[in-house]
């Protein structure tokens, strides 16, 4: 897949990093950047909405959906299964500077392997395991055994930071998205000067 007119952000961390937190305020200080809205199979949480957050879809529907080849990449994550639409990414992509794409590692090895051009992938680090686990214990405070088996997952997660272009730790919220709103901003740069 060639992407000409904008650039694909991919954004990966282990839960518990504050990705989401971090994407999301991307999305306001970028002009004309939108998220890839992915599909799930896993139950929709307390306010996340159909269409906006994910497109919630049943197994079958999944499968149905891989078969017809509509997914640019596929990936299993915590019992879930989880899927980049091309639809998403073309249509994003026509209208927009930049494109984010809230994926695991899976997720981003396929697709820098499909689009070679103008997508950089990003990985996002906790300070230390030991906040990452309060962190999760933290977020998951009524279940422990859930935090515990997100950090156990968080652990294998992390093996794969070396994979992508870019790394920033998340010590300071603030510190940190505008250290990747500045490294955005001068790969778009970048591309404008390549495309004269
Ligand atoms: P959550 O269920 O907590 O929203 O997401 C779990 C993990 O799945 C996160 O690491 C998220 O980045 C990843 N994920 C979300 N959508 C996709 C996708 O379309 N493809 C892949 N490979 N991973 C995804």
């Not at 992509?93 to 396929?110: C, E, F, N, T, Y």
């Not at 992508?164 to 510190?175: E, G, P, R």
Request: glycine share 2%.
């Amino acid at each position: 897949m060639v992407i000409n007119n904008c650039l694909i952000i991919i954004v990966s961390s282990p839960s518990g990093v504050g990705k989401t937190t971090i994407t999301n305020k991307l999305l306001k200080k970028i002009k004309k950047s939108y998220l890839s809205v992915s599909c799930t199979t896993r139950n929709p949480r307390k306010n996340e909405r159909h269409k906006v957050d994910y497109f919630f879809i049943s197994k079958e529907k999944f499968f149905q959906f891989k078969k017809q080849k509509k997914f640019l990449e596929t990936a299993k994550v915590h019992n879930n299964y989880y899927g980049t639409l091309k639809t998403e990414l073309k249509k994003n992509s026509k209208h927009s500077k930049v494109v984010l794409l809230d994926i695991d590692w899976q997720g981003a090895r396929s697709i820098k392997k499909k689009i070679k051009n103008n997508c950089y992938s990003f990985f996002l680090l906790p300070p230390s395991i030991a906040i990452l686990k309060r962190r999760l214990l933290r977020r998951h405070h009524d279940n422990k055994k859930l935090a515990l088996s997100r950090l156990s997952s968080a652990r294998k997660d992390l093996r794969f930071w070396e994979e992508y272009d870019y790394v920033y730790v998340n010590d300071k919220l603030i510190k940190c998205v505008n250290e990747i709103y500045k490294k955005i901003s001068q790969l778009l740069i970048e591309k404008n000067q390549r495309s004269y």
